[in-house]
């Protein structure tokens, strides 16, 4: 069980064993916070997410380094307005995010991450670490789960069977992007799926199988169903424990028909308070998390996965706290165990018991003894889960005031416009214009969509996610032919990531969220109009350029273009502050960099020379230019 204070769990995905350097990182979620993704690639460059001491430059530099070999694909429309103002780094961020519609009637709900590792030495084979969650990537505090395995990709010319599923749904991703996905994500999942089946996974004492379960691709793949489908509970099961947010009446009882003995539930209370009292009658326990540990008491809170019309098992707009794990642990017979974990939650969609089936999930599982997997009582007993649940409480839930049911109708059909703007053709447009610098920003929207909400609507915001919301622009009114302006903006403010605020009438309630639009007119190289924005002076021109040369702690091979230790501090202060020590330094550093990891200062070179030009010789130390064009020498002269 994830800790709702836990931050590491992601992070520590990315740490490469020794002789092991990081390559490529793909991941799924239903929602995100492009606040949280930013941590991704900063781990990789500084070994640890972002902290209150990390600098924008430092944010800046990993997130460039990086973003081109990240790939997250995320649900349509379920992309998070940022809490956070860290601005024009948001921009970096659209390079790692997919957004894909669910199939039709369900969600894409699947959370994973694929991490692929390289060997120093130069051999082909490939390291792997998956991590099947429970958990979104957003800044939610919810008690959660992770399932993690590491292994070597192996030979053989056939993928194991149980993992047939995997590389199904990784391979089928671009195809079921809204647009076009870029050929690096395309790239990605096609080496991924072709690796991922064939990797031997080091499973932990005890557990003799694993096996991987995923619906709802029927629609995006050539034989129109995977290997091994959707989970079911296994048909010898003698007892079974259900962990889930969110339930549905048929999907308990169907639950509830498998075992020999009364199974165990754990859930919300607010999720109980909605089922039948003869589905619950079904079980021989039912708990909640311990109210103290439940309370909406943190900050930063996930909304609920709103569920389709069909399967209205899920709450509108009421905050998520408490428990978010999903788990089935069947014992078999005596000494047998099965455990499954994934995103699927024990609902009509998300175990797959609807015709068309609903929604997209996975779900792993592992078979073996119940000494490794796991016994029931032990795990509810107070070596286990204990001392966090209690028995639930019908008598005691809240019933929801008329006020709370009108604002969770109203965010349903707020829900419900998101929803067709997400399947509308949305696009944005950039021009540049007569003011030095500036860019305008225009978004095309079907006329069709603004008449279909002139009902309920009484405005739609939209502005760039790397502006604050004091630059929207309400798009209701001011029509000329479907095409809206958003106002003009420099070259480091320009996004196709586009935040949208739905604002019905007679309500003070809300719906904002964020789309990755069609974009058109973005001029080149926006990350060094960013960089420009950012470098203001000679300081952080210094800072920006250690971290240039600084050693990548996720590829060890590069360590010997690295600098010294006893000076960083000192050097890292600035140019100006510390003379001819630094001088001598920065110069040995990029000597080092040059001779020994000439890849990596031909990068540098790149950049200096996009921060050479007239509007910014103003921020360079005095006699830099001099001092850079030993280097810029010799680089031409190399690639000559």
């Not at 792993?364 to 016994?375: E, H, I, M, P, V």
């Not at 990531?497 to 974009?519: D, H, M, N």
């Not at 273009?561 to 330094?585: C, I, N, P, Q």
Request: proline share 5%; with cysteine.
């Amino acid at each position: 069980m994830l800790n709702p204070g836990d931050r590491t769990t992601i992070t520590s995905l990315f740490e490469a064993r020794k002789g092991q350097s990081f390559t490529d990182a793909l991941a799924t979620t239903y929602s995100l916070d492009p606040y949280f993704l930013l941590h991704v690639p900063v781990s990789l460059a500084t070994g640890g997410g972002i902290t209150p001491g990390t600098n924008i430059l430092e944010v800046f530099e990993a997130t460039r380094k990086y973003s081109g070999r990240i790939s997250v694909f995320v649900q349509a429309g379920q992309i998070r307005v940022p809490a956070t103002a860290s601005g024009q780094v948001y921009a970096l961020a659209e390079k790692m995010i997919v957004s894909v519609p669910g199939p039709e009637g369900g969600i894409f709900h699947p959370k994973i991450w694929v991490v692929r590792f390289g060997a120093d030495d130069g051999s082909p084979s490939a390291f792997y670490r998956l991590a099947v969650l429970t958990k979104n990537l957003t800044m939610d505090r919810c008690w959660d789960l992770s399932l993690t395995l590491e292994g070597w990709v192996t030979k053989r010319a056939r993928q194991f069977a149980g993992q047939r599923d995997l590389a199904s749904l990784i391979g089928a991703l671009p195809g079921m992007a809204n647009l076009k996905a870029n050929d690096h994500h395309r790239a990605r999942a096609e080496t991924i799926a072709g690796e991922i089946g064939r990797v031997d996974w080091e499973l932990p004492d005890g557990v003799d199988d694993f096996k991987v379960f995923v619906h709802g691709l029927r629609k995006w793949l050539p034989t129109g169903r995977t290997a091994n489908g959707r989970w079911k509970l296994p048909e010898n099961a003698s007892k079974l424990l259900v962990m889930s947010p969110f339930c549905s009446d048929d999907a308990l009882e169907r639950l509830a028909d498998g075992p020999k003995e009364k199974p165990i539930l754990i859930s919300r209370p607010e999720t109980l308070a909605d089922l039948n009292g003869g589905t619950l009658a079904r079980f021989e326990s039912i708990m909640t998390l311990d109210g103290r540990l439940a309370e909406d008491v943190f900050e930063e809170e996930d909304p609920p996965e709103p569920s389709p019309d069909t399967d209205p098992t899920e709450s509108f707009g009421a905050p998520v706290s408490g428990l978010h794990a999903k788990l089935y642990l069947a014992e078999i017979q005596r000494r047998g165990a099965v455990l499954a974990v994934g995103s699927a939650n024990a609902t009509n969609h998300g175990l797959g018991l609807v015709r068309d089936g609903g929604n997209v999930e996975i779900v792993a599982q592992l078979t073996g003894k119940k000494s490794a997997l796991g016994d029931i009582g032990e795990i509810l007993g107070k070596k286990g889960l204990g001392d966090w649940l209690e028995a639930y409480a019908p008598e005691a839930a809240i019933e929801p005031t008329a006020e709370e049911e009108a604002a969770k109708e109203t965010l349903k059909r707020l829900d419900g416009f998101k929803r067709l703007m997400t399947e509308a053709n949305v696009s944005i447009a950039c021009e540049r214009t007569a003011s030095q610098g500036l860019f305008s920003l225009s978004l095309k929207f079907p006329p069709s969509l603004i008449e279909s909400m002139e009902g309920d609507i009484a405005g739609l915001r939209v502005w760039p996610i790397t502006v604050p919301e004091e630059n929207a622009v309400d798009i209701l009114g001011g029509e000329n032919e479907g095409v809206f302006g958003m106002g003009d903006f420099t070259a480091f403010a320009l996004t196709n990531l586009v935040a949208f605020r739905l604002i019905p009438k007679e309500t003070e309630l809300s719906l904002s969220f964020v789309l990755g639009l069609q974009a058109k007119g973005f001029p080149k190289k926006r990350e060094h109009e960013i960089l420009k924005y950012l470098i203001k002076d000679e300081n952080s021109f210094h800072e920006y350029l250690f971290l240039l040369l600084k050693p990548d702690p996720m590829n060890l091979v590069e360590d010997l273009g690295g600098f010294g230790s006893e000076t960083d501090d000192d050097v890292s202060r600035g140019w100006s502050k510390a003379s001819g020590l630094v001088k001598t330094h920065l110069l040995e550093n990029l000597t080092k960099t040059y001779c020994r990891n000439p890849l990596k200062f031909a990068e540098v070179s790149d950049i200096m020379y996009y921060l050479f030009d007239k509007e910014n010789m103003g921020i360079l130390p005095e006699g830099f230019g001099d001092f850079w064009k030993v280097f810029e020498t010799a680089v031409r002269d190399r690639r000559d």
